[in-house]
């Protein structure tokens, strides 16, 4: 069993929701506290023990790339102005050379057409997925407990989290078969199903392990919702000739793809961190008592 070395990004997204603040940075680059989505979605593929990083960009994000090289005036400046923390800091996060890899997403044709464009990168072996919208705040980090499921059984894994069952209908749900090691073996999965016709309230969640045989398969996909190429749709062919495993996460998950998650992630980690916990908490209930004062 190949262990799990590299994991994609795909960063194609327009980000229309977050217009004009996307008109010229990328969703991906909008900041939650101090640091990039992006970079919070790294570090858990990094804490996880992936070594090579794929991004799947589009136009106007040659910034992401920018972000992850390293910027030697930035470095030198820091250094001579005696500010070796930040210097150092700034270290850590950077990837080493040859980790990272960039390729081109021409035209905007969904998610699984975006995985496909990352095959020859990725090559003959399993590979991480992480949707960069979503980023978890937990103890141990959702992809690190998935690689380290993927060990115990191989195959396919997908990360799950419970949902109101009256939402179901707004996500991709698995079916729960027999519990395996850490997770369980999945028994179907559709995407948005029908109100009441959902065969459980666990959402995919945008973390995946999968195996390389899913970009023959996305290769001569048709389109499907929304005129796109679903990586779902991929799925369910590939379920047919191969296990898939379900990871019950139970950290939390910040859709930053949406304004309302974004502002939320931006609340939780805040709150989260020793030097601003105590600030953040008095201006938070500062607004809100201005709020219901009606000022």
């Known amino acids: 069993m190949k262990r799990v070395r590299k994991a994609v990004f795909p960063v194609a997204g327009l980000g229309t929701r977050f217009l004009p603040a996307t008109k010229s940075i990328p969703k991906e680059m909008l900041t939650v506290v101090d640091r990039p989505v992006i970079q919070y979605v790294v570090d858990e593929a990094r804490e996880a023990g992936i070594e090579h990083f794929i991004f799947v960009t589009g136009r106007n994000k040659a910034v992401i790339e920018d972000h992850f090289d390293v910027q030697f005036e930035l470095y030198d400046t820091l250094a001579q102005r005696g500010k070796i923390e930040q210097l150092?800091?700034?270290?850590?996060?950077?990837?080493?050379?040859?980790?990272?890899?960039?390729?081109?997403?021409?035209?905007?044709?969904?998610?699984?057409?975006?995985?496909?464009?990352?095959?020859?990168?990725?090559?003959?072996?399993?590979?991480?997925l992480l949707l960069p919208d979503m980023i978890m705040q937990s103890e141990k980090?959702?992809?690190?407990?998935?690689?380290?499921?993927?060990?115990?059984?191989?195959?396919?894994?997908?990360?799950?989290?419970?949902?109101?069952?009256?939402?179901?209908?707004?996500?991709?749900?698995?079916?729960?078969?027999?519990?395996?090691?850490?997770?369980?073996?999945?028994?179907?999965?559709?995407?948005?199903?029908?109100?009441?016709?959902?065969?459980?309230?666990?959402?995919?969640?945008?973390?995946?392990?999968?195996?390389?045989?899913?970009?023959?398969?996305?290769?001569?996909?048709?389109?499907?919702?929304?005129?796109?190429?679903?990586?779902?749709?991929?799925?369910?062919?590939?379920?047919?000739?191969?296990?898939?495993?379900?990871?019950?996460?139970?950290?939390?998950?910040?859709?930053?793809?949406?304004?309302?998650?974004?502002?939320?992630?931006?609340?939780?980690?805040?709150?989260?961190?020793?030097d601003l916990s105590k600030s953040m908490a008095g201006i938070i209930e500062g607004l809100l008592g201005e709020m219901k004062s009606g000022k």
């Open 88 to 128: 150092e800091r700034l270290q850590r996060l950077q990837p080493g050379p040859g980790q990272t890899s960039f390729t081109r997403q021409q035209v905007p044709l969904g998610l699984g057409h975006a995985v496909w464009c990352a095959r020859e990168l990725v090559g003959d072996e399993p590979f991480a």
């Open 141 to 274: 980090s959702c992809m690190r407990e998935m690689v380290e499921l993927y060990a115990e059984t191989g195959n396919n894994i997908i990360a799950v989290q419970e949902c109101d069952p009256a939402e179901a209908h707004k996500y991709g749900i698995v079916g729960k078969g027999k519990s395996v090691h850490t997770g369980f073996e999945i028994e179907g999965m559709v995407e948005k199903p029908k109100q009441g016709t959902a065969p459980s309230n666990l959402f995919i969640n945008g973390r995946y392990i999968l195996q390389p045989e899913i970009f023959n398969i996305l290769a001569s996909q048709e389109r499907g919702a929304g005129d796109e190429i679903q990586l779902t749709d991929a799925m369910l062919k590939l379920e047919k000739l191969q296990s898939f495993y379900g990871y019950h996460y139970r950290g939390r998950t910040f859709d930053c793809g949406s304004p309302e998650g974004f502002v939320e992630a931006n609340v939780a980690f805040a709150l989260s961190r020793s």
